[in-house]
Structures are given as C-alpha cells and as structure tokens.
C-alpha cells in the first residue's frame, strides 16, 4: 500500500487539476489465496481516498453471492476477466467518470 500511496501522491503534485481514481486489487479465481493481502491494500489504500484521489472498489462487482470470486467472470485461466467481468467494472468506471469533479 506504501508504494501505492507514493505514487497517488506524486500524481497529485504532478498533476494538480487531474482528477484521478485508483481502481482497487481485483480477486480472482486463481489468486484467491492471496485475497486477504490484496483486501488489506485495498483498505489502506481506500482509508487515504478523499481530496487527492477517488478510490473504485471495482472488488465487489467481481464477487458472488458466497464471497468469492465469480467464475463466470473470468476466463479458463482464473486470472483475466471475460466480457462480463469488463462489462460490470467498466459500469462502475463509466458511473465515476459521469460523475461531477468533486462530488466524491
């Protein structure tokens, strides 16, 4: 998250009048074992959104009703998503940016 956070930062003062968002850590099938770190990093990092940067649980469009990620969202490989799982962030993504700069 440290590392994360630097670079938010840096975006910021690099680019002041940017509007920018971070997209969190997406579970997936084939990385479940490594949910828990991910989901601290999102967390930390979420816990920091606010003035500098918008913070887009794109996570909880990915998981199904039993809390784990939804297969048939990804493809065979567990890793990347199918055009479901697009769809469904890309709604999230469209929904931010429709937004007005400053609302949150």
């Known amino acids: ?25 997406k579970p997936s099938p084939l990385r479940w074992t490594l949910w828990p770190k991910m989901a601290a990093v999102n967390a930390a990092v979420a816990a920091r959104a606010g003035r500098a940067f918008d913070y887009l649980d794109v996570a909880c469009v990915l998981l199904a009703r039993d ?3 939804d297969a048939q969202l990804f ?13 469904r962030w890309t709604r999230l993504v469209q929904a931010w940016l429709a937004r007005a700069p400053g609302s949150g």
């Open 67 to 69: 809390g784990l990620p």
């Open 1 to 25: 998250a440290r590392h994360i956070l630097a670079l938010l930062s840096r975006l910021r003062t690099d680019y002041p009048r940017a509007r920018i968002a971070f997209l969190s850590l």
């Open 75 to 87: 493809t065979a490989d567990g890793l990347h998503m199918n055009p479901r799982g697009y769809a």
